[in-house]
């Protein structure tokens, strides 16, 4: 806008920080602190002249009005500013206007401070000078034109003397009454000044509220920002993660299983009854009851058993055994099963420790020379960089933790953490930043570790019951937990008393009433449980009823057989009542169609390539005698094959293996009608 047009009264457009015609919060309060601070700047001029002889009536009435001027300026302001903290309190107020309130008043708080400092010395100043006025000359009777009384002068000169004497009273009378009137105003102002101060140190207290509220919102925009960046990118490592395993998803929404995903083909109701299964587990609510899948040989038992395990999370334990295992010359076949119970058992501890997290950087080992003598190098020393968000640090570690860091395979782009009282190196996983988009990884990706390098963090560590057991019946030395089990030795199997067990079982549940640590219940899955005895099903049963027992998943192949070590019979070798405790879930025998499936999936995962004839027939063959021996059929196939100069398994290929090798059927055909030529 020019001068042209404010002479021409051309219509001017809405200036910059109003809204509606009106001026914008923020632009006020920043223009109140402006003037303000110019307003502040003359006040501690006229402070500075306070006892000089510039120090007069009129000096200290501008004074005074400056002072009132400024007062009146600061409650605008901090009413203008209280208004526009308001404001930032809604959602839709932008970060960057809360940001610039929040330093408008702190820039406000700073100018309040400068202004009470003046009004300090100001008062101080007024109490301890008076202004300067200058004097009117007085006749005075002590001159050296004084009449002397003495004299023989007239009767005039007397009269004259008299008057000059009362006209100096008049003058004394008069300046006493100024200084007095002087004092009166000079109380008045020390009054009105202290009364200002006051009024600002009330500001104050307010401003001081404003100001660590806008602080805690600038803090909370700061770490907002920080938690969104690693929230990004760990809803990032999700969605790749989700990607991956949309397709391999066995269910669909509405619970019902696909008919191949997940390498799993068929045994629909099966896979349907193991996907409640794992829902009761996780509402709690399979406590004393146990899981027995029962049917023919090669239908995948165990891979439902797994599939379950995997379900339930990396961080379940699975603890794997036959029921052959029972009988040992040296450990009774109750404290067996006992020791592969508390196996599945697991302990999430947490505790507090001081740790260098963050992703590796550098790792550099520096060689020198060996301490032992000779021409041989050691390792010296080793340097490693750590980053997070907030920034990253080198550290300087001694050669044994870098032997565990060997141990634990770490590299640069992991993510690892270091505990700084006893060096124990833990790889969390690699840094998400080096994530791919390959459908199946070995690696599991975490995001960058916030906050600093070094810091206080609280560790989750997962035992099981049965480490606790070990660690225990062999103490060494005074160590933790953690380090005794690392240090276990056992030259020979021996039992663990049920005493120790009680003790161990004791301390664990005070850590979990503490909070210390929590309980998570694994899977025990016991595989041929036919080959189980009277005493071990009844240790089964009371085992099953406690409140430290794991899912219990049992796998057998027979029908209706004698239960071991008895002359009774029963379904699967199982005694009734301990069948009246468990979810049966059956398997069926697999269809040619899903047998081609089956196989097609097997040669994909051995890297062989087969034409659809060749699969078909070995279908067939797998319908004839078992799907077990189809598959062990196609690593020699392919053998042949090159042996043959072909790439691909043909017909032919199948035909000539399956002429070599007998299936279960035909050997114990052949046998019965060779039976003349074996010992029997």
Do not use: W
Request: glycine residues 8%; charged residues 25%.
């Amino acid at each position: 806008m020019s001068f042209q047009d404010l002479e021409s009264g051309r219509s001017v457009g809405p200036r910059r920080g109003f809204v509606n015609g009106k001026q914008d919060t923020t632009q006020a309060v920043a223009s109140g602190i402006f003037q303000i601070n110019t307003a502040v700047s003359t006040f501690q001029r006229l402070v500075n002249t306070l006892g000089t002889p510039k120090d007069t009536p009129e000096l200290r009435e501008k004074l005074h009005k400056t002072r009132l001027h400024i007062g009146q300026l600061v409650k605008d302001t901090s009413t203008k500013l209280k208004q526009a903290s308001e404001t930032d309190h809604r959602v839709e107020v932008s970060a960057s206007k809360k940001i610039t309130d929040a330093k408008l008043a702190k820039d406000f708080q700073a100018v309040l401070k400068e202004f009470q400092k003046a009004q300090r010395l100001a008062a101080e100043r007024e109490t301890a000078y008076t202004p300067f006025v200058p004097q009117a000359v007085l006749p005075s009777s002590y001159t050296d034109g004084e009449v002397d009384v003495s004299s023989d002068k007239g009767q005039e000169q007397r009269a004259l003397l008299v008057e000059s004497r009362r006209q100096e009273v008049l003058l004394l009378d008069n300046e006493i009454s100024f200084n007095e009137a002087i004092i009166e105003e000079r109380e008045q102002g020390i009054q009105e000044v202290q009364q200002q101060i006051g009024e600002v140190n009330e500001i104050f207290k307010d401003l001081a509220v404003l100001v660590h509220e806008q602080g805690t919102m600038i803090d909370d925009i700061g770490s907002n920002i920080e938690n969104s960046h690693a929230a990004t990118a760990q809803g990032r490592s999700q969605l790749a993660k989700a990607a991956k395993t949309q397709r391999s998803n066995s269910s669909l929404p509405n619970g019902r299983p696909l008919p191949l995903a997940a390498g799993f083909v068929g045994q629909a109701a099966a896979r349907e009854a193991a996907g409640l299964v794992v829902d009761m587990i996780r509402e709690k609510k399979m406590a004393g009851r146990a899981l027995l899948l029962a049917g023919p040989p090669g239908t995948g038992k165990t891979a439902l058993a797994l599939g379950i395990s995997q379900d339930l999370g990396s961080k379940v334990p699975f603890c794997p055994m036959v029921g052959s295992e029972v009988y040992s010359s040296e450990v009774k076949k109750t404290e067996v099963l006992m020791e592969n119970f508390r196996r599945a058992i697991g302990l999430r501890m947490k505790e507090n420790k001081e740790v260098y997290e963050g992703e590796v950087t550098e790792l550099s080992p520096e060689e020198g020379e060996s301490v032992t003598g000779g021409y041989g190098k050691s390792i010296s020393h080793v340097i490693i960089g750590l980053k997070t968000v907030k920034g990253t640090k080198q550290l300087k570690l001694d050669p044994t933790i870098y032997d565990a860091l060997i141990k634990e395979k770490v590299a640069v782009g992991d993510v690892i953490y270091i505990e700084s009282n006893s060096g124990a190196v833990k790889r969390v996983g690699r840094s998400d930043a080096f994530a791919t988009e390959f459908d199946l990884e070995a690696e599991e990706y975490v995001p960058l570790p916030k906050g600093e390098v070094h810091k206080k963090k609280e560790i989750v560590q997962d035992v099981t019951l049965h480490d606790l057991d070990a660690a225990n019946a062999r103490p060494q030395g005074g160590q933790d937990i953690l380090s005794l089990m690392g240090q276990m030795m056992k030259p020979r199997k021996t039992e663990i008393t049920d005493k120790l067990r009680q003790e161990i079982n004791k301390v664990v549940n005070r850590y979990v009433d503490e909070g210390v640590a929590e309980l998570v219940p694994g899977v025990l899955f016991i595989d041929e449980v036919h080959m189980l005895d009277m005493e071990c099903f009844s240790y089964l049963n009371r085992a099953l009823e406690s409140s430290l027992s794991p899912i219990v998943i049992f796998a057998t192949n027979r029908g209706i057989c004698t239960v071991r070590g008895t002359d009774m019979t029963s379904p699967h070798g199982i005694p009734v009542d301990l069948l009246d405790r468990l979810v049966i879930v059956r398997t069926e025998t697999y269809g040619p169609a899903e047998m081609i499936q089956i196989l097609a999936i097997r040669a994909q995962v051995e890297g062989l390539e087969i034409d659809e004839e060749s699969l078909a027939y070995l279908g067939e063959i797998g319908q004839q005698a078992s799907l077990r021996h189809a598959v062990q059929l196609l690593s020699p196939a392919s053998i042949v094959a090159k042996m043959n100069g072909r790439d691909k398994i043909c017909k032919v290929d199948l035909d000539e293996v399956s002429s070599l090798y007998l299936d279960a059927k035909s050997s114990a055909r052949l046998l019965q009608e060779q039976q003349d030529r074996y010992i029997s």
